[in-house]
């Protein structure tokens, strides 16, 4: 099964994306649901380009790899807006519903 994960790119200034990798590779917090998954890949590990950049031609051919890869899943990790406000930032929930409308299933949370 191929999974991928999307962060926030704001996130990256503290972020290596070391602990979704160790809860991926544990199947751990939100990845637990794969404990008896037998293939489990991790397809691609993506950011966002920021809010400024919103959903540019960047981020639509990243979004189009997780696709393309064959991501059945993407998770993505809490963004940086939705940790200050509570509510999730406007360019991540619609580069989701792109993601759903072309059949990739999506999970908000890593770890
Ligand atoms: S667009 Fe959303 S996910 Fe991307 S950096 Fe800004 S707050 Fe984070």
Same mark, same amino acid.
């Given at each position: 099964?191929? /999974?991928?994960?999307?962060?926030?790119?704001?996130?990256?200034? !503290? #972020?290596?994306?070391?602990? #979704?990798?160790?809860?991926?590779?544990?199947? =751990?917090? &939100?990845? %637990? *649901?794969?404990?008896?998954?037998?293939?489990?890949?991790? !397809?691609?590990?993506? *950011?966002?380009?920021? #809010? %400024? =950049?919103?959903?540019?031609?960047?981020?639509?051919?990243? +979004?189009?790899?997780?696709?393309?890869?064959?991501?059945?899943? #993407? &998770? !993505?990790?809490?963004?940086?807006?939705?940790? %200050?406000?509570?509510?999730?930032?406007? !360019? /991540?929930? %619609? =580069?989701?519903?792109? +993601?759903?409308?072309? $059949?990739?299933?999506?999970?908000? $949370?890593? &770890?």
């Amino acid at each position: 099964m191929k /999974i991928a994960i999307l962060n926030c790119l704001k996130a990256n200034d !503290v #972020c290596t994306g070391g602990s #979704c990798l160790r809860a991926f590779n544990a199947r =751990a917090k &939100h990845f %637990e *649901r794969y404990r008896d998954e037998k293939d489990l890949e991790l !397809v691609a590990l993506a *950011r966002c380009n920021g #809010c %400024e =950049a919103g959903i540019d031609k960047g981020f639509e051919e990243k +979004l189009q790899y997780i696709v393309d890869a064959g991501a059945e899943v #993407c &998770h !993505v990790g809490v963004c940086t807006v939705k940790r %200050e406000t509570g509510k999730e930032c406007p !360019v /991540i929930t %619609e =580069a989701l519903a792109r +993601l759903e409308a072309q $059949g990739v299933k999506v999970v908000r $949370g890593t &770890h």
